[in-house]
C-alpha cells in the first residue's frame, strides 16, 4: 500500500487523518495533515479532532469508507 506523510511535520498519515483532510475540503485537500499539525493550525487540542474524527466515522461519513493507506 502507498504511504502518505504529513505535509508539515513528514508523519505517516493514518487513514482517518487523510479522510478528515477529505472531509474538511470537500473531498479537495492538495495537502494533507497529521492530527497534530492540524491540532496547531487550528489551536486546538489533537484529543478534541480525535473526537471529531469519531463523530464522522460514527455518522457515516463517506471518506471515512475508504482504504487510502
Known amino acids: 500500500m502507498k504511504q502518505l506523510?504529513?505535509?508539515a511535520?513528514?508523519?505517516p498519515m493514518t487513514n482517518?487523518?487523510?479522510a478528515?483532510?477529505?472531509h474538511l475540503h470537500?473531498?479537495?485537500?492538495a495537502r494533507f495533515l497529521c492530527v497534530g499539525c492540524m491540532?496547531?493550525?487550528f489551536e486546538c487540542p489533537p484529543e478534541h479532532l480525535k473526537?471529531?474524527?469519531g463523530l464522522l466515522k460514527n455518522s457515516g461519513c463517506r471518506y471515512f469508507d475508504e482504504t487510502y493507506v
Do not use: H, N, W
Request: with cysteine.
Open 39 to 41: 491540532a496547531t493550525d
Open 26 to 29: 470537500g473531498g479537495t485537500a
Open 16 to 18: 482517518d487523518e487523510i
Open 20 to 22: 478528515f483532510c477529505l
Open 51 to 53: 473526537k471529531k474524527i
Open 9 to 11: 511535520c513528514g508523519a
Open 5 to 7: 506523510a504529513c505535509a
